[in-house]
């Protein structure tokens, strides 16, 4: 029962490098959510893919691209890193965009810019 | 969505009833109060949610006011690992409409 699975767990960049955050989920789920959580603070989106084949801009997208690769995978890509993204980044899927029964997390991934 | 406030950190004594308060008094009608906890470095976790009715279930209670202006998220024997931010969320039941996580509690269950 994996459930969301994040990789990598930890990473370190330097300031102008890229690099591609993954996410997988295991249970059939049509919408997934990238999360931003900074140190103390709540969690804030920065996209979401109703279904495979659609993203849309949440709270906080500047920086950031995503694709939906299939239902299953939903990546999120920093072009050219900057410290201000140091965070702990969290994928989500669920059912559907209205679902009641709430999101399922993934463990995060820790990314730190240097 | 409406905004929640809640207490920004609580102790609980071990096996002891855990009572998580949380003020909505914007909430719109069709707006239901979600509750969700983060355990430290663990992605969040849902608890319970509901819209008007108290509701149970194996991890935790919500009594939800009649005027639906507050709710109190009850853990009724709280265990060390129930040490974690609580989050109270409401949001409306629609496409389009993202949960939206603000400080939350933190709480602390001691022996």
């Known amino acids: 029962n994996a459930g969301v699975t994040q990789t990598p767990k930890f990473q370190v960049l330097k300031t102008g490098q890229s690099m591609t955050l993954q996410c997988a989920q295991d249970?059939?789920?049509?919408?997934m959510y990238w999360y931003r959580q900074d140190p103390g603070m709540g969690l804030r989106l920065i996209y979401y893919s109703a279904s495979e084949g659609t993203t849309d801009k949440g709270e906080v997208p500047n920086g950031y691209n995503v694709s939906r690769l299939n239902k299953r995978e939903f990546s999120l890509r920093l072009e050219s890193a900057a410290p201000s993204q140091t965070s702990v980044y969290f994928c989500?899927?669920?059912?559907?965009?209205?679902?009641?029964?709430?999101?399922?997390f993934g463990s995060g991934t820790r990314l730190t810019v240097v | 969505d409406a905004k929640t406030t809640q207490p920004t950190s609580m102790d609980c004594a071990e096996g002891r009833a855990a009572n998580l308060p949380c003020n909505h008094s914007?909430?719109?009608?069709?707006?239901?109060v979600y509750w969700y906890r983060q355990i430290h470095s663990q992605g969040p976790q849902y608890i319970i949610h509901g819209l008007k009715n108290n509701e149970t279930n194996e991890m935790a209670s919500l009594i939800i006011t009649e005027d639906r202006k507050s709710s109190t998220l009850i853990l009724p024997h709280a265990t060390l690992r129930d040490t974690a931010v609580y989050y109270c969320?409401?949001?409306?039941?629609?496409?389009?409409?993202?949960?939206?996580f603000g400080g939350g509690t933190r709480l602390m269950v001691k022996p």
């Open positions: 914007t909430i719109s009608g069709n707006e239901y």
């Open positions: 969320i409401v949001r409306e039941h629609n496409a389009g409409n993202m949960l939206t």
């Open positions: 989500a899927s669920s059912e559907k965009l209205t679902a009641h029964y709430g999101y399922t």
């Open positions: 249970m059939n789920h049509n919408s």
